[in-house]
């Protein structure tokens, strides 16, 4: 039961940062901020579509470089369709799949250094905490 809940709190601490990702994304290229609760239905969907395209890319193409390049051009336009549909101005427009585009490239580099910084954390930790272990073991 507690996996479940701890899954399901990761979830929900995984949809805020990236509704929080989209929505700085669509200030700085779009020139809008989304209300967080669209940015929310946004994450999820993208999440969900991009799933199922990768689902049916593996199937049909099976393990690979070749894939892992498709589903990066796959998360790009289904991401961009995604935000394109579903993110309105406050007059009601959309802000155009080229904007759209340039939101899901700044999220992709985001998402990269992010990653990068996490890596550099908590791999540094881990580091430090196996060297500590090492060193004490020795004497």
Known sequence: ??????????????????????????????????????????????????????FVLQMVLGPGMLLML??????????SAVLNALLKRADGSQMGFGKAALVTLLQIVIYFVLGIIFALVFGFGMFSMLMGGAAGAMH
């Open 1 to 54: 039961m507690e996996v479940v809940l701890y899954l399901l709190v990761s979830f929900l601490i995984g949809i805020a940062i990236a509704a929080g990702i989209i929505m700085l994304a669509t200030r700085l290229v779009a020139g809008f901020t989304p209300k967080f609760l669209m940015a929310v239905v946004a994450a999820i969907a993208s999440w969900i579509a991009c799933i199922v395209v990768a």
């Open 70 to 79: 498709l589903l990066l051009v796959a998360y790009f336009v289904v991401n």
